[in-house]
């Protein structure tokens, strides 16, 4: 019977040497495959969370990293859960303030989050909601260009900005109309060139009458010195001189009865209008339908005006 040869069988004693480990070394693999896949995924939960802000369930999935075997020193999960224990920190004093009515306090703390985490959408929409609240009660106040700025700020945090674009522009209509009201320079300067106008007419007027009065009286007084009969014949020359001069004077003082009368129809032109102007109250336009800020909710409630 022929022998085999040496390296035969060899070959065949290291195939049975390593048959048992190659299936062992796939099953490693495989094994941290799964392992890393399922970090990912606690990882990513978490990630997408904290970007919302919701760092409670944020903080469950980074300490879930931690358990999965191989990533229990994980230093990107040991820095989340600080982040989202800090951050769970900030929210909860920041809802304290804000229901103990300081404002500021909260915002303060807002500010906080943002800095932590500058994509936080929950902090963004309680900014956003907050200063849309404060805008509205302004508005019910009258404190139209405060009201406006508080909308302005709110913008900055929402994407939402129809109902604050609405809002804003209703403020601005309202300050128009507080404006027309509160009495324009222009129509100060109206009402003081009238009076200028009414009073100097006036004088003047007043002038004219008074000249030509007292021309007629000169010459009543040198008529009756000069012709006490009537007789129509002034003899003295010197006295007729006197006469012809009154008579002259007072047909020219006479002659401007004209200007008298439109002396007086233009004050009293004037006169009426600066009545008018003191008088007349410019009245704003009212729209039928209003859009309003809510004061009980956030949003807008439409009024509508018989």
């Known amino acids: 019977m022929r022998k085999l040869p040496n390296q035969f069988i060899l070959v065949l004693l290291l195939s049975f040497i390593w048959s048992p480990a190659l299936p062992a070394m796939g099953r490693s693999a495989t094994t941290t495959a799964v392992v890393d896949d399922e970090y990912d995924r606690y990882k990513k939960r978490g990630d997408d969370f904290f970007k919302e802000g919701k760092y409670f369930e944020a903080r469950r999935q980074y300490q879930n990293c931690l358990e999965v075997p191989g990533f229990e020193n994980d230093a990107y999960a040991k820095e989340q859960i600080q982040e989202c224990t800090l951050g769970l920190k900030l929210r909860q004093q920041a809802d304290e303030a804000m229901q103990q009515g300081k404002?500021?306090?909260s915002i303060r703390f807002f500010g906080q989050l943002l800095n932590l985490n500058p994509d936080d959408a929950l902090t963004k929409a309680q900014l956003a909601d907050y200063y849309e609240r404060e805008g509205n009660q302004l508005y019910d106040q009258q404190k139209y260009a405060e009201a406006k700025a508080r909308?302005?700020?709110?913008?900055?945090?929402?994407?939402?900005?129809?109902?604050l674009m609405l809002q804003?522009?209703?403020c601005e209509e309202k300050m128009k109309q507080i404006a027309i009201?509160?009495?324009p320079p222009k129509l100060i300067g109206l009402k003081v060139?009238?009076?200028v106008v009414a009073v100097g007419a006036g004088a003047y007027a007043v002038l004219?009458?008074?000249d030509y009065q007292s021309k007629m009286d000169a010459l009543n007084q040198i008529s009756q010195t000069a012709d006490p009969t009537g007789?129509?014949?002034?003899?003295?020359?010197d006295t007729y001189r006197q006469y012809d001069d009154a008579y002259k004077a007072a047909q020219a003082a006479q002659q401007k009865n004209g200007l008298f009368k439109a002396c007086l129809g233009v004050a009293a032109v004037a006169t009426i209008a600066e009545?008018?102007?003191?008088?007349?109250k410019p009245k704003p336009r009212i729209n039928a339908l209003n859009w309003k800020p809510s004061s009980q909710s956030w949003g807008l409630a439409i009024s509508y005006t018989f």
């Open 181 to 183: 009201i509160q009495r």
């Open 151 to 163: 909308y302005i700020e709110a913008l900055k945090y929402t994407t939402k900005q129809t109902t």
């Open 193 to 195: 060139a009238a009076g």
């Open 275 to 280: 009545i008018y102007l003191l008088v007349r």
């Open 208 to 210: 004219l009458r008074h």
């Open 168 to 170: 804003i522009r209703n």
């Open 103 to 105: 404002g500021l306090e």
């Open 231 to 237: 007789s129509g014949v002034i003899a003295n020359p």
